[in-house]
C-alpha cells in the first residue's frame, strides 16, 4: 500500500549536454519567505489542521478493542501477534485500502486507509499496548500515478516492532508484497509527522484547498526542514497558482535537501522549458535520467514491459543491470528464469528459477518459486520437456 509522497511533471526532453547551467543554482527568495507564502494571498488564518498530538491518539474505543481482543497476560511475540491477528486477519475488523492519510483514530473508526494511515493505526495501538513501535520508510519500486491533472510519486511507510530478544518485526498492511530485500530505515516520530502533513498536503491540494495544504506543507517543514517531497510540494503549489520564481525556490531548496529528488528535479526541468532556457531544461533532464538509470527497480521495470511485448533479450539486458545493483531480490531472477525460458533455455532457466528461490526471504515464497520450478521446467509425458 502506498503513501501519496509528491506531485510531479515528467519531462521527456532530451539529455542535451551534461554540463552545468549557466546561472548558479539558487535563489534569492528567503526559505521563510517562501513558507510564509504571503504572496499567494490564501488567509491561512481559517484553516482548520489537524494538532500533531491528534496523529498518534488512542480512544476510549481503541482501548476497549485492545482489552477485548489481546490477553492480558500477553507479552513480547504473543501479544504482536494477537494485535496483528486482531486487525489484519480477523473478519469483524476488515481493514481496506484507500488513498485518504487519516490519524490513527479517524483509521480505525473508519476502518480505511492508506499504507501510512495504517501505520498510524498500529503503532499507536501498539504503543499502548507498551510494545516498542515505530515508523520505518521502505525504499520500494518506483510507482507513478496520475491523477487530478498531476503525476503522484508514491512512497510507502511500514512499522517496525523491537521485541527485544524476540527480534525485530515488520508489520505492513500488505504483507503479501513487502520483501526484505527493500532498503528500509527507521525514522523518528518527526519524520513520520513530516509524512504524515505531507500527504494531507497532498489530498488538499487535489482537491483545490490551497490554502489548507499551505498550512499542512509548513507544518510538515515544522517537524522535518529535510524532508524534500514537502519542499517540492510547496513548488508545486506556487506553480499552480503563477508564482513561478517562489516554485522554482521551493525545488531547489528540495534538492539543497536531498540532492537526489527526482521530482524536484523533474519539475525544474519542466519550468526551465516553459520559460525557454533549454540549456538548464537539458541539465536537469541529464540528471533525473542518470539517478534513474542507477536504480535496479527502474530497470526491472523496463524489464517486465519488455517481457510483456515477448522482447526477451531486452528483458534479460535490463534484469542483467538490476541485478549488477541489486543481487539479492528474487524478483529479478524468477522474471530473468522466465525470460530464458521464453527463449528456449531450460539450462538458464532453471539456474536462475532456482535462484529466486535461495534468495527468497520467507518460506511461502520458497514455496511459491519450487512451484513454479515444478510447473514450468517438468518434463512433458513423452520425455522431450524440458529438463
Known amino acids: 500500500?502506498?503513501?501519496?509522497?509528491?506531485?510531479?511533471?515528467?519531462?521527456?526532453?532530451?539529455?542535451?549536454?551534461?554540463?552545468?547551467?549557466?546561472?548558479?543554482?539558487?535563489?534569492?527568495?528567503?526559505?521563510?519567505?517562501?513558507?510564509?507564502g504571503r504572496i499567494l494571498g490564501l488567509g491561512r488564518d481559517g484553516a482548520a489542521l489537524v494538532d500533531e498530538k491528534e496523529v498518534l491518539a488512542v480512544t476510549p474505543e481503541m482501548r476497549a478493542f485492545l482489552d477485548e481482543e489481546v490477553a492480558t497476560g500477553a507479552v513480547g511475540i504473543f501479544k504482536l501477534r494477537q494485535l496483528g491477528n486482531a486487525i489484519i486477519h480477523a473478519p469483524t475488523f476488515r481493514l481496506e485500502y484507500d488513498e485518504t492519510t487519516r490519524t490513527a483514530a479517524a483509521t480505525f473508526q473508519a476502518r480505511r486507509g492508506n499504507c501510512l494511515s495504517f501505520s498510524n493505526m498500529f503503532v499507536a495501538l501498539a504503543r499502548q499496548l507498551g510494545l516498542k513501535a515505530s515508523f520505518q520508510e521502505v525504499d520500494t519500486p518506483p510507482d507513478w500515478a496520475f491523477r487530478n491533472d498531476a503525476f503522484v510519486l508514491n512512497r510507502h511507510v511500514n512499522v517496525l516492532v523491537d521485541l527485544g530478544s524476540d527480534g525485530e518485526h515488520v508489520v505492513d498492511f500488505n504483507m503479501d508484497d513487502f520483501r526484505t530485500t527493500y532498503d528500509r530505515r527507521r525514522i523518528s516520530d518527526a519524520r513520520a509527522l513530516a509524512h504524515y502533513y505531507n500527504?494531507?498536503?497532498?489530498?488538499?491540494?487535489?482537491?483545490?484547498?490551497?490554502?489548507?495544504?499551505?498550512?499542512?506543507?509548513?507544518?510538515?517543514?515544522?517537524?522535518?526542514?529535510?524532508?524534500?517531497?514537502?519542499?517540492?510540494?510547496?513548488?508545486?503549489?506556487?506553480?499552480?497558482?503563477?508564482?513561478?520564481?517562489?516554485?522554482?525556490?521551493?525545488?531547489?531548496?528540495?534538492?539543497?535537501?536531498?540532492?537526489?529528488?527526482?521530482?524536484?528535479?523533474?519539475?525544474?526541468?519542466?519550468?526551465?522549458?516553459?520559460?525557454?532556457?533549454?540549456?538548464?531544461?537539458?541539465?536537469?533532464?541529464?540528471?533525473?535520467a542518470a539517478h534513474r538509470d542507477k536504480n535496479p527497480y527502474y530497470h526491472f521495470q523496463l524489464a517486465r514491459q519488455a517481457f510483456r511485448v515477448e522482447d526477451y533479450d531486452a528483458a534479460i539486458g535490463h534484469l542483467s543491470h538490476a541485478l549488477r545493483a541489486k543481487k539479492n531480490d528474487d524478483q529479478f531472477y524468477f522474471l530473468l528464469g522466465l525470460s530464458y525460458l521464453k527463449k528456449g533455455d531450460s539450462r538458464a532457466a532453471r539456474r536462475f528459477l532456482s535462484r529466486a528461490k535461495e534468495v527468497a526471504a520467507t518460506d511461502a515464497l520458497k514455496r511459491r518459486y519450487a512451484s513454479k520450478l515444478e510447473n514450468l521446467l517438468a518434463p512433458s509425458q513423452d520425455g522431450d520437456g524440458p529438463r
Open 1 to 36: 500500500m502506498w503513501a501519496p509522497a509528491a506531485l510531479a511533471v515528467l519531462v521527456t526532453l532530451a539529455p542535451g549536454p551534461a554540463t552545468a547551467p549557466v546561472r548558479p543554482d539558487r535563489s534569492e527568495i528567503p526559505v521563510d519567505e517562501l513558507l510564509a
Open 199 to 288: 500527504n494531507v498536503a497532498v489530498e488538499r491540494m487535489q482537491a483545490a484547498d490551497a490554502a489548507s495544504a499551505l498550512g499542512y506543507l509548513g507544518k510538515a517543514l515544522a517537524k522535518d526542514p529535510t524532508f524534500s517531497p514537502a519542499w517540492a510540494n510547496l513548488g508545486i503549489l506556487y506553480m499552480r497558482n503563477g508564482h513561478a520564481g517562489e516554485a522554482e525556490a521551493s525545488y531547489l531548496q528540495a534538492l539543497k535537501v536531498n540532492p537526489t529528488d527526482l521530482v524536484a528535479m523533474s519539475n525544474l526541468s519542466w519550468l526551465y522549458e516553459r520559460q525557454g532556457d533549454l540549456e538548464r531544461a537539458a541539465y536537469y533532464t541529464k540528471r533525473v
